[in-house]
C-alpha cells in the first residue's frame, strides 16, 4: 500500500512539473481513499504538498526564465483577496440544504462540487480548443498583458477557489495562456508561484486553527517524493511542445470533471 502512495506522490510532483496543476485533484483522493485521512485534514495535507512542490518548481522554472512577475503580481494579490474574503464571509451564508423536494435533496456540499466539476469542464474545453498563437509565440518574451483583466480574473478565480477549496492551476493556466497571452511553458512556471502562495496561505489558516493534529512525518515524506516527480515532470515538458501540452492537460481536466459530475449526480 504505503509503495503505491509513494508512487502516487511522484506522480502528483510530475504532474505540476508538465502542465503546472493537478496537484490538489490527485492529493487529495490519494489521502483519503489510501491512507484513510479525513476529508478536512486531507485538504489542509495536500495544501502543504503541493505549496512545497509548487515552490520548487517555480524556483527552478525562475532560474530557467520561465516566470512572467507581472502575472504573479496582478493575478496573485486579487486571488488572495477574495479567497479570504470568500472563505470568511460568503461561505458561512450558504445554507446546508439549498434545495429540497419531494424525493431530491441539493446539499452545500454536492453544490460545491458539480460547481467545481462544472468549471473544470469549461476550463477544459478552452484548453483542448487549438491555439494558433500558441506555438508561434513559444519563445517569444513581448507578451501582450492585459492589467485589467488579469486582475479581474485573479479576483474571479479567487470566489471559484474559495468556495470549491481547490483550483489551483487547472484555473489559473486557461487565464495566463488566454488573457496574459504567456506560451505554455511560461504559464505553467508562473501558475506553479501562484499555487504556491494559495497554499501557503491555506495551510496557515489549516495549522492555526481547530485541526492542529498534524503528521509531520507523513507530510514531509510525501512531499519530498512529490518535489522530486515535479523536477522529472519539467524534465519531460522540455520534449514536449507547449501546445501539446496544453492539450493533454485540458483533456486530463475533462475528464476529471465528467467523474467529478458522475459521481455527484448519479451516485
Known amino acids: 500500500m504505503f509503495t503505491a502512495v509513494f508512487f502516487l506522490a511522484v506522480l502528483v510532483g510530475s504532474s505540476l512539473g508538465l502542465v503546472g496543476s493537478g496537484g490538489s485533484i490527485l492529493t487529495v483522493p490519494i489521502l483519503v481513499y489510501m491512507l484513510g485521512i479525513d476529508p478536512v485534514s486531507a485538504t489542509g495535507y495536500s495544501l502543504f504538498v503541493v505549496g512545497v512542490t509548487s515552490l520548487s518548481g517555480g524556483i527552478r522554472s525562475f532560474f530557467h526564465q520561465k516566470i512572467e512577475f507581472k502575472a504573479i503580481l496582478f493575478f496573485g494579490i486579487p486571488s488572495l483577496i477574495t479567497v479570504y474574503l470568500t472563505r470568511a464571509f460568503l461561505m458561512p451564508q450558504i445554507p446546508e440544504v439549498i434545495l429540497k423536494t419531494d424525493g431530491f435533496q441539493l446539499t452545500k456540499s454536492v453544490f460545491l462540487m458539480l460547481v467545481f466539476a462544472v468549471i473544470m469542464v469549461l476550463a477544459s474545453v478552452s484548453m483542448i480548443r487549438p ?41 489559473i493556466i486557461p487565464v495566463l495562456v488566454f488573457f496574459a497571452k504567456l506560451p505554455m511553458k511560461s504559464a505553467v512556471g508562473t501558475s506553479l508561484f501562484i499555487i504556491a502562495i494559495n497554499s501557503a496561505v491555506g495551510f496557515i489558516g489549516f495549522a492555526s486553527g481547530e485541526h492542529s493534529v498534524i503528521d509531520w512525518s507523513l507530510l514531509i515524506k510525501f512531499s519530498l517524493l512529490a518535489v522530486a516527480g515535479i523536477f522529472m515532470g519539467i524534465f519531460l515538458s522540455r520534449k514536449i511542445s507547449g501546445e501539446k501540452l496544453k492539450t493533454g492537460f485540458g483533456w486530463f481536466v475533462l475528464m476529471m470533471g465528467c467523474y467529478i459530475l458522475a459521481k455527484e449526480i448519479i451516485l
Open 131 to 171: 491555439c494558433k498563437d500558441c506555438e508561434k509565440h513559444e519563445d517569444d518574451s513581448g507578451y501582450d498583458f492585459n492589467y485589467l483583466m488579469i486582475i479581474l480574473m485573479g479576483s474571479l478565480v479567487g470566489i471559484v477557489t474559495g468556495l470549491v477549496g481547490a483550483g489551483g492551476g487547472f484555473l
